[in-house]
């Protein structure tokens, strides 16, 4: 038995007097923290900004106060009760004014504080999102989305896990379908069924970061009776050949960094498929070189798709092997006649010729490698290249025990992303990319 009326009282009352007792006094700590606040209003986002800085020990009541004192983002009025410290409307809209239960909430993190926006303090990397609605009248859901089954059978599934009170006011946490709504993705509409469900019927292509997004309105009030996604929400579509649960494969992090700066993609769209264990091709490592290099990486040209890749490549230095003129039907195209699978020290000599290129990474840096145990096998041409890479991290051996630089062992996919996310995942950025 649902009694909202009661619920939102009491509710209200523990917020509201949290709130007074805590204040908006910044803690006694030095430095700043960033966190990120979105504002979700009655039929869109009205305010997305996702590094705001301010001092360590901030309020949410701080950070609201912070926003309106900078200006340029939408008025945040707070209201001040025997309870404590409230928000009251937000760019116009008020409390109340789509049912007597209508009005701002907040959320830090895809939870609901239970004390008040002068009571809750901010850590560093908080998600605050305020958003409209009816939460305790026509009531609120709060999605998350399952993946389990979409490359299997299409299915996307959508569920909450809802606050029901029962006659004694006790509180249980139910997890509910989400029913009746409206869903973008890709380039379709969809509504989600009695099981919160929605089917994709092709597959086609589907791995990687996609878009969506999700609403619900009452039909009454048209109030909102789903929390909105953030805009620009992204899901990451595991590939059919990588992992989609835990234990996750040691490479499916570089594999999904890699996707995300689209650097790689996969290599059968219908099957989905990544092909993680794939020896690298020549033509292949130069297209991702390139990419970094700056080359529109949505650039293809059909059978010839290696073409723009090759010419980069050739043109500043970093193709090292012999390759031969042929005719193609879009003018003179680059065949390789050597090289087609790339080996260890292929791949660091030519990704530090790319990163030098672009002028913004320390190349200075230099490791000792003289013990390795197979460095008499590294070709001298290399030396410097890969003293470079195991200094910047990007390679660590293949040995645990000792430095091994397997320099001829040909690369495949996997490890390539992994030594590209090794050398990014210490704060470089992307080289041209930004």
Same mark, same amino acid.
């Given at each position: 038995?649902?009694?909202?009326?009661?619920?939102?009282?009491?509710?209200?009352?523990?917020?509201?007097?949290?709130?007074?007792?805590?204040?908006?006094?910044?803690?006694?700590?030095?430095?700043?923290?960033?966190?990120?606040?979105?504002?979700?209003?009655?039929?869109?986002?009205?305010?997305?900004?996702?590094?705001?800085?301010?001092?360590?020990?901030?309020?949410?009541?701080?950070?609201?106060?912070?926003?309106?004192?900078?200006?340029?983002?939408?008025?945040?009025?707070?209201?001040?009760?025997?309870?404590?410290?409230?928000?009251?409307?937000?760019?116009? +809209?008020?409390?109340?004014?789509?049912?007597?239960?209508?009005?701002?909430?907040?959320?830090?993190?895809?939870?609901?504080?239970?004390?008040?926006?002068?009571?809750?303090?901010?850590?560093?990397?908080?998600?605050?999102?305020?958003?409209?609605?009816?939460?305790?009248?026509?009531?609120? *859901?709060?999605?998350?989305?399952?993946?389990?089954?979409? +490359?299997?059978?299409?299915?996307?599934?959508?569920?909450?896990? #809802?606050?029901?009170? #029962?006659?004694?006011?006790?509180?249980?946490?139910?997890?509910?379908?989400?029913?009746?709504?409206?869903?973008?993705?890709?380039?379709?509409?969809?509504?989600?069924?009695?099981?919160?469900?929605?089917?994709?019927?092709?597959?086609?292509?589907?791995?990687?970061?996609?878009?969506?997004?999700?609403?619900?309105?009452?039909?009454?009030?048209?109030?909102?009776?789903?929390?909105?996604?953030?805009?620009?929400?992204?899901?990451?579509?595991?590939?059919?050949?990588?992992?989609?649960?835990?234990?996750?494969?040691?490479?499916?992090?570089?594999?999904?960094?890699?996707?995300?700066?689209?650097?790689?993609?996969?290599?059968?769209?219908?099957?989905?498929?990544?092909?993680?264990?794939?020896?690298?091709?020549?033509? *292949?490592?130069?297209?991702?070189?390139?990419?970094?290099?700056?080359?529109?990486?949505?650039?293809?040209?059909?059978?010839?798709?290696?073409?723009?890749?090759?010419?980069?490549?050739?043109?500043?230095?970093?193709?090292?092997?012999?390759?031969?003129?042929?005719?193609?039907?879009?003018?003179?195209?680059?065949?390789?006649?050597?090289?087609?699978?790339?080996?260890?020290?292929?791949?660091?000599?030519?990704?530090?010729?790319?990163?030098?290129?672009?002028?913004?990474?320390?190349?200075?840096?230099?490791?000792?490698?003289?013990?390795?145990?197979?460095?008499?096998?590294?070709?001298?041409?290399?030396?410097?290249?890969?003293?470079?890479?195991?200094?910047?991290?990007?390679?660590?051996?293949?040995?645990? #025990?000792?430095?091994?630089?397997?320099?001829?062992?040909?690369?495949?996919?996997?490890?390539?992303?992994?030594?590209?996310?090794?050398?990014?995942?210490?704060?470089?950025?992307?080289?041209?990319?930004?």
């Amino acid at each position: 038995m649902k009694k909202t009326g009661r619920i939102i009282s009491i509710l209200l009352a523990a917020i509201m007097l949290a709130g007074m007792m805590g204040g908006s006094v910044l803690a006694d700590e030095n430095g700043s923290i960033t966190v990120c606040l979105r504002i979700e209003g009655l039929i869109e986002n009205i305010y997305d900004n996702t590094a705001i800085n301010i001092a360590a020990g901030a309020t949410v009541e701080d950070l609201i106060k912070q926003i309106n004192n900078a200006g340029g983002a939408p008025k945040i009025l707070i209201n001040n009760s025997a309870y404590g410290a409230y928000i009251s409307e937000v760019d116009g +809209l008020s409390e109340f004014e789509y049912g007597e239960m209508s009005g701002w909430s907040y959320r830090v993190n895809d939870t609901d504080p239970m004390v008040g926006i002068s009571q809750y303090r901010l850590k560093d990397r908080d998600s605050v999102v305020l958003f409209y609605g009816d939460p305790y009248g026509v009531g609120m *859901q709060y999605p998350k989305v399952s993946l389990s089954r979409l +490359l299997s059978d299409g299915l996307i599934g959508f569920s909450s896990v #809802d606050s029901v009170y #029962d006659e004694d006011w006790v509180l249980t946490l139910v997890e509910n379908p989400v029913v009746g709504a409206k869903v973008v993705f890709r380039w379709g509409t969809y509504f989600t069924d009695e099981k919160g469900e929605i089917t994709i019927t092709d597959k086609t292509g589907l791995s990687g970061y996609r878009t969506l997004q999700i609403e619900r309105y009452d039909e009454q009030t048209g109030v909102p009776t789903v929390l909105r996604f953030g805009p620009g929400f992204e899901i990451y579509v595991p590939f059919a050949d990588t992992p989609h649960d835990a234990p996750l494969a040691w490479y499916e992090d570089a594999v999904r960094f890699c996707v995300r700066e689209e650097l790689f993609f996969g290599t059968n769209p219908t099957a989905n498929l990544f092909e993680p264990n794939r020896k690298m091709t020549m033509t *292949q490592l130069v297209s991702v070189l390139a990419r970094i290099g700056g080359v529109d990486a949505d650039l293809t040209l059909g059978e010839w798709w290696y073409k723009v890749p090759l010419e980069w490549a050739i043109g500043n230095g970093v193709l090292s092997i012999d390759v031969k003129i042929i005719e193609g039907g879009i003018g003179d195209v680059y065949e390789l006649t050597s090289g087609m699978n790339v080996t260890r020290e292929e791949f660091i000599y030519m990704f530090y010729l790319t990163a030098g290129l672009t002028g913004c990474c320390d190349m200075s840096a230099r490791a000792d490698i003289s013990e390795a145990a197979d460095y008499n096998d590294i070709t001298a041409e290399y030396l410097e290249a890969v003293s470079w890479a195991v200094e910047s991290g990007i390679i660590k051996g293949t040995n645990p #025990d000792l430095l091994e630089i397997d320099p001829g062992q040909e690369i495949n996919r996997a490890t390539v992303c992994q030594m590209l996310h090794n050398y990014y995942s210490v704060g470089r950025g992307l080289l041209s990319r930004g």
